[in-house]
């Protein structure tokens, strides 16, 4: 599968596994290739995002409903909110990909910078023409690009389509009364088939499915479904096979043509000893080269590059030993060079999008989305945002930044959202297990430098997890409470100050009565809040109340202890020494009744 969730966001593209990432709200499809649909079903029901070509053919192919297919059209921007009624929008700028018909690449803006997911692409100088992305790219403001790594090698080196196209009309050339089939996929090389059909002034064979998709599209009239009006045909990928082209020229003299990439850089690779018989493979592709990439990385200078396709196939044709290793093609260090610097900041998750990450599953919400206009290309944000901060060089994919990622008490601003790196703050992280979840990192009390403000820690008593953690202002530290002992509204608030008065006023009560010399202390000294926990047995008790108890019960046992030695003067101690440790005693005694106001 070619997707994945945007680190920080509720983004997702090309993912259909809600119940793998179900922080997701938002779901995006580039183009209808199928290793980009991987789980998607006429059963969806969540937003999904996409072009208007590919929304016409994905509801031909699912059957989906209107109100779950969004058409955003290509060369706009548009406003799109996170949630029905919330505030919080994102912008996205939909860009041609140049790969298929519909597939485009999509801009996002926000809270977490300028991000552009290429989806699969072949790159055209051109693409720089859109307004949106021609300002952030002069403004070096693309902190992340998540790349289309298809053919990310040095040995992968091929001719532009146009040039490759020449190859396939050469070879058609030199056989002008055999039968042609050409290898296509289910989606793609439509501009291909037209210039051959015009070129010859023939109509090319396709399937019946097929052809119900080109008429979709509003290809030219120069398709046929019936075999004696062509003989160029069109052949499923799949079935071009040594063994097919021997059939069909038992029957007919037959040329076979692969327009395909897939094994550029392969000395004596699949069909190289083919072309005598009459199987040609011509690197005809919708992908961009080694080259077109290092001039598009070069072109863009990201603050930090992802690939799209982390894992290659090493079946087939690719368990052969003399095949080239496509695992180098995940390795983003090669553009190293043409990164932007600094790298881009740890993001900032506002606090009503935590909340929305937080909830168990999406909802269906009919929002649709606006068209705005940007100036400047950058997308409008808050100047102060409050919320989590967002290390996306925690993330588990591979990925590249021009120098070691750092944690710096970022500042939003307007454009990338980078910091002011001249500033010499730091914030201290713990990347304890409870507080990874989405990937974001929570800051502890020890802050270097200068006090921590309060838009870059969590502060939403409501916000719950399973482990929660609050933030309070004036000591600028973190502890950890139990959701139980949450006030969810004024009337449990009430009730909780009341048992907390009643506990505080029986724990003076019981200090009072160990302090007096003279009064008689019971054997057992017995804790209120311990002995109701106990009879309940069903919340969990407090680590620290517990051990506040056992001192408050052992200071109590040693002042009886020492209270009768000094009336009984059964030791060798002076009455002095009695009185210095009675007075520590009962001091000790003080400081635990006061640590109701930690806990």
Known sequence: ?????????????????????????LFFLTHLHSDHIEGLTSSWRLPLYTSPITALLLKNKFKLPDSVVHELEVGHSFLIPLDEGSNNTITVTVIDA????????????????NILYCGDMRWDPEMLEDPVLRDVVQQRALDVLYLDNTYSAPYCQFPSREEAKQQIFKIIDMYPDHEIKIGINTL?????????????????????????????????DVFTTDPQQSRIHTVPM????VSSHKKWNEKYQTISIIPSALYSGWKNGPYSSQASTGMHVVPYSDH??????????????PHQIFPIVKYFSKSGWWADQSAPDQNIKADMTVYRHLLSTPPPDPVIIPEDVIKLMDRKAPRLFQARPRRC?????????????????????????????????????????????????????????????????????YPSHSVIGNELHSEHVLNESNLKRSTPMHFTDSHKSARMVNEED????????ASKRKNYRSKQQSREHTASSARSLSIELPEKVPSNEVEIDLKRKKKPQNVLTMRRDALLRETIDFIKIKNEEMNSLRTCSSGEELRCMLKNANLILDSLSCLDFVL
Not at 98 to 113: E, I, S
Not at 238 to 241: E, I, L, T
Not at 288 to 301: H, I, N, P
Request: aromatic share 10%; glycine share 8%; proline share 7%.
């Open 486 to 493: 949450q006030p969810t509204n004024s009337r449990n608030f």
């Open 288 to 301: 961009s080269s080694y080259s077109e990439l290092m001039e598009m990385v070069s072109q863009l200078a």
């Open 1 to 25: 599968m070619a997707g994945c969730v945007i680190d920080a966001t509720p983004i997702a593209v090309d993912f259909w596994k809600p119940t793998k990432a179900p922080q997701v709200r």
């Open 373 to 441: 206009v940007l100036r400047h290309g950058l997308s409008p944000r808050r100047s102060k945002v409050r919320g989590v901060v967002f290390s996306s060089g925690s993330c588990s994919s591979p990925s590249l930044s021009r120098t070691p990622s750092v944690t710096p008490t970022s500042f939003t601003t307007l454009g990338s959202g980078r910091s002011d790196f001249h500033s010499p703050r730091r914030a201290d992280f713990r990347d304890s297990p409870s507080s990874m979840k989405y990937g974001v990192r």
């Open 188 to 220: 793609g090389r439509e501009k291909l088939l037209e210039d051959i059909a015009k070129r010859y002034g023939e109509r090319i064979l396709v399937s019946q499915e097929k052809y119900v998709q080109l008429q979709l599209l509003g290809c030219f």
């Open 238 to 241: 799949r079935q071009m096979q």
């Open 98 to 113: 140049n790969h298929v018909p519909g597939a485009v690449m999509f801009l996002f803006q926000g809270y977490f910078g």
